[in-house]
């Protein structure tokens, strides 16, 4: 089946610093999301990405689809105490159901 | 406006015992389906649908039933409880072809 290699695991950070991590793909994908879980509750939507070489940001958050469609970006640029979490990659082809990364779990120390 | 959502939020199960995890969704989503959370082990696809009578599998099927009768709802069996299937479950939903999912709060299960 189709893998989602995401990185870093884990990140502890400033509060203030910016972030990054990223997703790779063993094949080609059509649509990439980023998702962030809180503790105790289901993963929510942060920003969602259609087109190679696509550059869209939502406030401090920016995502990037990869050009060879294999691989996503996401930057946090001055990270916040609310931004601790886990960070999820998704990636899907055609209508096929979405492929979840393993996460990235943000801890920001103030 | 619930959303998706998923009853009951935590559950303790013994070995061999059945029980199903309830999904409701109020969107009129064509799609559906579960996911469990394991950690460091990322969301992995149990069971989805594309619609009412339509259920196909995921990645880790084994031990879980679906069916869909409804579009709203989308219950989750688990036929005699392993261990095994200690993990918190989701339940998402989108519209079919839909770009995003909405997430339910999860259910925290626990097999002893």
């Known amino acids: 089946g189709q893998q989602l290699n995401q990185s870093p695991q884990s990140m502890f950070i400033q509060e203030g610093e910016d972030v990054s991590m990223n997703c790779t793909s063993s094949?080609?994908?059509?649509?990439w999301l980023w998702y962030k879980q809180d503790p105790g509750e289901g993963p929510v939507l942060l920003i969602a990405?259609?087109?190679?070489?696509e550059l869209t940001s939502n406030g401090r958050l920016t995502a990037q689809f990869g050009i060879t469609r294999k691989d996503s970006f996401l930057n946090i640029s001055a990270s916040i105490p609310s931004d601790v979490g886990i960070y999820f990659c998704?990636?899907?082809?055609?209508?096929?159901?979405?492929?979840f990364g393993k996460g990235t779990r943000l801890s920001v120390i103030a | 406006n619930a959303g998706v959502t998923q009853t009951p939020k935590f559950q303790v199960l013994k070995t061999g015992q059945s029980m199903t995890l309830q999904c409701a969704q109020d969107?009129?989503?064509?799609?559906m389906s579960w996911y469990r959370q394991d950690p460091g082990m990322g969301l992995r696809l149990i069971h989805y649908?594309?619609?009412?009578?339509?259920?196909d599998q995921g990645e880790v099927p084994n031990g879980y039933n679906v069916s869909r009768s409804t579009t709203e709802d989308f219950p989750l069996r688990l036929l005699s409880a392993a261990p095994s299937q200690t993990s918190v479950y989701f339940c998402?939903?989108?519209?079919?072809?839909?770009?995003?999912?909405?997430f339910g709060s999860g259910t925290r299960l626990t097999v002893v």
């Open positions: 094949s080609i994908f059509n649509t």
């Open positions: 998402a939903s989108s519209y079919f072809g839909g770009y995003g999912y909405t």
């Open positions: 969107m009129n989503h064509e799609y």
């Open positions: 990405l259609y087109k190679a070489g």
């Open positions: 998704a990636g899907r082809s055609g209508n096929t159901p979405l492929v």
């Open positions: 649908s594309v619609g009412a009578g339509i259920t």
